[in-house]
């Protein structure tokens, strides 16, 4: 039987055995049909492999791919990109799982609104102590509203930072020709290339909208997180990418980056050893330290406004902040401004 394929649901698949039955069963149970779920295997050392066969040939709407060498998440996302048969593409990490009617509320709401991407809300689900809470979007930012001028994508960037939401492409939805045709592909040279990815296609989008509901589950605290850390000098790239995707466009979401990248910065400085702290801040300070852009502070909350200012400080005039972030990370200066 010849299926009609509208949603390519990608799904990158390494050493996940434990929790891949979970996210495969997931998708099966999707109240909309329609769909195509392509599972990247990418040289799993586990059962991983084995369990991918058995749902491709439970169902033929799974299709495996094992790919020769293993080249990490990104890479394996982008091959699915490339044989996606959906108009619309949609991703899922094979450690988590999704409502029942996850692609039909993202399809209903992209057909509705015709925009190049949805993205919506989720939960987190804690690995240790089992726990799901949902991720609290700040209210400042209204739903159902398409967004699609500068300041409004701005405001969408400053309200979610906090929240990850534009840190992963997972609990998303895209028009497959605004992909293909703005050559969005994941960057595999840098880690975090989700953030880089969505915030690049928060750039290059004509429109897009962000619903209220919840449909996708994030597992957190794994041992073994896909999420990895992402180090200093990748941010400096990540950074650097930013600038040549800008160019002279849209300085404003540098302002934003650089005030991301100066507040992961302090804060590492913070919980480093101070060997490490004074080697990452003078690295930050001579590889991504630019005196032409402000910090943001409307972004983000009084502790690390503080934070930040005295770090700029440090940088503008070649003082260590190492022990001056270890002192502040002791010692909340909130507690300065609290009569009690």
């Known amino acids: 039987m010849t299926r009609n394929i509208i949603v390519s649901i990608i799904i990158p698949v390494y050493n996940t055995e434990q929790y891949l039955r979970e996210c495969l069963d997931s998708v099966l149970k999707q109240t909309f049909k329609d769909f195509e779920c392509i599972c990247i295997n990418d040289c799993s050392t586990d059962n991983s492999c084995s369990i991918l066969e058995e ?77 799901t809470k949902k991720k609290i979007f700040n209210p400042k930012l209204y739903y159902d509203k398409i967004i699609y001028e500068e300041k409004d994508k701005i405001l ?21 020709e605004f992909l293909l045709s703005n050559d969005m592909l994941f960057n595999i040279s840098i880690k975090g290339e989700d953030t ?14 962000y619903i209220k509901e919840y449909l996708y589950y994030y597992r957190i605290n794994l041992e073994n997180s896909t999420m990895a850390l992402i180090c200093v000098e990748d941010k400096i790239k990540y950074y650097n990418q930013l600038v040549l995707l800008n160019k002279n466009k849209f300085n404003k979401y540098l302002i934003f980056c650089y005030t ?10 913070e919980s480093f050893s101070m060997e490490q702290a004074r080697n990452l801040f003078y690295l930050f300070k001579n590889y991504i330290y630019d ?14 406004q503080i934070r930040l200012f005295v770090f700029k400080i440090c940088l503008k005039y070649n003082l260590n902040y190492c022990f001056i972030g270890k002192l502040h990370r ?9 009569i009690k």
């Open 260 to 269: 991301e990248i100066s507040l992961n910065c302090a804060k590492r400085c």
């Open 156 to 176: 969408f960037l400053k309200n979610v930072n906090n929240n990850v939401q534009t840190s992963t492409v997972c609990a998303d939805i895209f028009k497959k």
């Open 55 to 131: 749902y491709a040939k439970k169902d033929d709407r799974f299709v495996l791919i094992n790919l020769a060498e293993n080249k990490g998440q990104g890479n394996a996302r982008n091959q699915g990109i490339k044989i996606a048969k959906g108009k619309y593409i949609t991703f899922v990490d094979s450690d988590d799982w999704i409502t029942n009617d996850y692609v039909e509320v993202l399809f209903n709401a992209i057909n509705k609104y015709n925009t190049d991407f949805v993205t919506t809300n989720f939960y987190t689900f804690d690995n240790i102590t089992h726990k």
């Open 330 to 338: 002791k010692f909340n200066p909130i507690r300065l401004f609290i």
């Open 291 to 304: 005196q032409d852009y402000d910090i943001d502070y409307n972004c983000i909350n009084f502790r690390d």
């Open 196 to 209: 880089f990815f969505m915030w690049e296609a928060i750039i290059k989008a004509r429109n897009f909208i």
